[in-house]
């Protein structure tokens, strides 16, 4: 019988792995769902959407008809519009809970359970180490996680269904993204977008700040 008080141990790069893999498969899946839900529009945007702190990641999308019909819906704002461009809170198409889901999300819950309980093989972090230390370990690893999922599904042709426009806005996003968030939806945008949509995520946090 295990025993619930041993330490914890991970390491850091088979972590990076196989959270890839997790969510390059529920990509897969969620396009899949997408293209039946989005059935007959065009898709424009497709980005990991997760919480605060990373702690549980799913994916957003948003058509360019479902675009129109929000701002249609809307007093005519420019600041409005804009957001409804590039942040995902307003998006129609938000995947959090699908089953395809359930390994990436387990596999955060190991990450931050061996991160406060246990040790990682590869990398020493002293017990005292300073809440910036860590976030910074932590902005660090999902940030290459989430580059190499976008760039995986680029080179596997994801986007070129016919239900993609050509230049897909692709990223990281999160519900109700604070500064610290947006820098790092940033950070992500700038090596996986094109530069017109990383020129528009640039803008979009201006207006936060």
């Known amino acids: 019988m295990d025993n619930p008080y041993a330490r914890k141990w ?5 972590f990076v792995d196989d959270l890839e893999q ?17 059935a007959g529009e065009q898709v424009y945007a497709f980005c990991l959407y997760s919480t605060s702190g990373c702690t549980g990641v799913g994916f957003a999308a948003q058509t ?17 519009g804009f957001a409804n461009l590039v942040c995902a809170d307003e998006w ?19 990450f931050y359970d061996v991160l406060y309980h246990g040790d990682f093989e590869d990398v020493v972090l002293a017990d005292d180490a300073p809440p910036a230390e860590l ?10 996680v989430f580059v190499r999922v976008f760039l995986a599904l680029k ?6 269904a016919a239900i993609f426009t050509e230049d897909v806005f692709l990223g990281l996003q999160f519900a109700d993204a604070s500064d610290h968030d947006a820098s790092l939806i940033e950070r992500v945008s700038a090596q996986v977008n094109s530069v017109a949509w990383h020129e528009d995520v640039r803008l979009y946090r201006s207006y936060l700040g």
């Open 10 to 14: 991970m390491r850091t790069d088979q």
């Open 22 to 38: 997790a969510l390059l498969s529920a990509a897969v899946a969620c396009i899949e769902t997408l293209s039946r839900d989005a």
């Open 64 to 80: 360019s008809e479902a675009l129109d019909r929000a701002n249609n819906a809307r007093e005519r704002d420019q600041r409005a």
């Open 92 to 110: 129609s198409f938000i995947y959090m809970d699908a089953e395809s889901l359930v390994p990436a999300d387990q596999l955060i819950d190991e």
């Open 135 to 144: 976030q910074t370990f932590v902005d660090d690893l999902f940030c290459r």
């Open 155 to 160: 080179a596997a042709g994801a986007f070129d």
